[in-house]
């Protein structure tokens, strides 16, 4: 790049089609929005058969590009600031030079060269003719030394001033040509190919240039405010509003998985962010599994045929040695994946709003936090914390029981505003007999619950405060108790199914208001029994509590629900009764008549 170049170019010009791009990519993402919440919705809610079937699926793909265009277009964006941005820096360095040359009496020329008048040293009684230098950029230790050198013999005290500001013009006019060669093939990458489905490698495509261009911004990425570390919901809420459009697209570009994951944040800031993650992450597992060789017979028949025994193939058993364990693995991490798309591809069917991802990782045995309805607009709120064996690829059954306590809670709310969300944001423990009779889990877990449970006050963007409901089933009753000692709840109901204990032994101790911690124990389901000697609470009153013990002084539910799973089963007492607590309606449950022994206040 010559000077001339430099000179002339505008970084304002490539930041007006940053924004260009950035709004385009709005516009997507409204768009987006609009077939999945609005038209596809409608169509579920009102229509049947063949026709809106082919429909739906035609919408879906639809929406797909426009997900993959939102993505895309927020990208280049992203690149083309981080662009304008390197060659910014370099063009205020050559200008500063050509100004520090004006001022000292130098004149720099076109071709970067720079000119310097007559001159002498002190004691010298001539001068010096002047002359031009060309400068060089990044020289080697020697060359530098050499060059000192020249300087100091040469009779014009001009030259060394001329040679200085020669080599910085020089070292500009390189770090402009290093920017142009490092971001032209970044730029022209970033382009879909000619087809109109969006597949898995556009995705894989995405996540490579997404990479690209965060290394080759690295500058521009250091230049933005980071988000405060071990912020408190709060604080990332205020960070977030503090950044400018531009700001807040170059991080939804760059850093989906933090953005989407920061508790504070708006619920569609964080959705966003995660769905993203969601492409990215289905795309890996999908291209993964495309490699690994279809699985053959497990079983041969027996070769003398005499009678109808099977003997082990060995083509199954080298198959499953080298890829059983991680087939499987991502096989589970593809069915979560699916349940959760498949809970937004059902929006609007029986009135069901919109779903909201406000977290997501396929990491481990995965997060995923998924909320029917907006929760920064609610009146009312329900977070369930999922229990033993919870993990990404069964999330699919606790997203279908908040959509159940969705809709009843909607239909007792009186005219407010509900939003029920699966919480699977901790490891939960992944067997009954090895892992369940620790504590741990809760423990580690519990200051992520209380930290999302603040970030929805945080993130709140309607009058007033909404009312919030605490949810667990089984061990996640351990993690709600365990966040109850640990910190401040922020809830004002609590709700426990089938729970092995929570760590405290009394309903006081949980950190809501009085007459607020309601129980549930099926008939048949065995784990508050096996609680009594593992998470219970305890003090002077005597051995391990439970909430479904009367000391305890929970109010208990009735429950016409058996065994330990279906407590959120459809059109039961046990659910219309958590949605009663849920929508604020409390008051309404007809509760189980405590024992006089046991009654309220002894």
Known sequence: MDLATLKAFKPSEYEEAADGFRATADMAGTAKDTIDNQISAGIRNKLEGEAATNAQQALKDLSQNFHYTQTECGLVSTALNAFAFDMAVVKQKMEAAIDDAGADGCTVNPDGSVSYP??????EEKLTDGGTV???????????????QAVNIHPNPNYGKAMAYANRIADALKEATDADTKWAPKLSSLKADDDLTVSHSDWADVQSDTGGVREAGRSYSDSLPEAPKGGSPKENAAWWKGLSPEEQSAHLALNASSVGALDGLPAETRDEANRMVLARSRANVELELAKIPPEPAKYSPNPNGSYPAVIQNDSWSKWNEKYGERHAELTKTRGGMNSIEERFDKTGEEGLPEAYLLGFSAEGTGRAIVANGNPDTADHQAVYVPGTTSNLGSIGGDIGRMANLWRVANDEADGGTVSTITWLGY????????DSPFSHYADDGAPAYNRFLDGLDASRTAEGDPHRTAIGHSYGTTLIGSAARQGELNADDVVLAGSPGVQVSKAEQMDVPAGHVWNQEADGDVVPDVGRYGHGGTDWDGAWVIPSAPLFGANQMPTDTEGHSDYWKEGTDSLR??????AGRGEDVELKPVPPAYSRGR
Not at 118 to 123: L, R, T, V
Not at 134 to 148: F, K, N
Not at 577 to 582: K, S
């Open 577 to 582: 009764n958590q949605g009663l607590v849920v």
């Open 427 to 434: 490891d939960a423990p992944q067997n009954i007999v090895k």
């Open 118 to 123: 007559a001159g002498k040293k002190p004691g």
């Open 134 to 148: 060309s400068g060089s950029a990044g020289g080697s230790p020697t060359s530098d030394a050499l060059e000192w």
